[in-house]
């Protein structure tokens, strides 16, 4: 598997830190979305990476109390694989919290069955709750936590040319 736009076959990568405002997500998205188009064309896996970024990033900047959010994104054409990374800053209470959240994901081998469950636990009422379970069945990719200090790091990886889901109902790509 090659690319045009990366003749030499390496990794292709994507580093970014902000403070974290709010306005510039979408706009991260959109970015993340063309930069993959670019950088693999013809995988059609820019809006399902594009959709892990965004949800990476909303649960970052909420935790990050104001300081530095960290975006790394590596595109591996000739390794077929994809990673994304969000760190940011957290306590001991939401790393632990994070990472049982991502443990109970992970049990259910069946992607879409851990995102079906989670629908059904969130309140219906509340915002959030949803985008670890999203970024693992709508944009497959498997999910690890890390912690380095302060900072906690977010792992999305994945085959860069994953199948298109099928699920009942219809399909998603």
């Given amino acids: ?23 510039f997500v979408d706009e991260i998205r959109r ?14 896996r820019e809006a399902q990476v594009a959709l892990a970024v ?3 990033m909303q649960n970052a900047i909420p935790q990050a109390g104001g300081e530095d959010v960290d975006l790394t994104l590596q595109v591996d054409p000739v390794a077929n694989r994809i990673e994304v990374a969000v760190s940011n800053p957290c306590s001991d209470e939401q790393f632990h919290d ?22 059904s636990e969130a309140p219906s009422a509340a915002r959030g709750g949803l985008g670890l379970a ?15 200090g302060r900072r906690v790091t977010v792992l999305g ?14 399909t998603h790509v």
Avoid at 98 to 103: C, G, T
Avoid at 157 to 166: F, H, I, K, V
Wanted: glycine share 6%.
């Fill in 157 to 170: 990886r994945g085959p860069l040319d994953a199948p298109q889901l099928q699920a009942p109902g219809g």
């Fill in 134 to 148: 999203r970024v693992r069945f709508e944009a497959q990719l498997e999910l690890s936590v890390l912690r380095e």
């Fill in 98 to 119: 994070l990472l049982a959240r991502v443990a109970r994901l992970n049990s259910e081998p069946d992607a879409l069955r851990s995102y079906l469950r989670a629908m």
């Fill in 54 to 56: 965004h949800e990476l």
């Fill in 1 to 23: 598997m090659t690319t045009t736009s990366n003749p030499g076959g390496r990794p292709i990568y994507l580093m970014l830190r902000m403070k974290p405002p709010w306005v």
């Fill in 31 to 44: 970015f993340v979305e063309s930069f993959c188009a670019c950088a693999c064309p013809g995988q059609q």
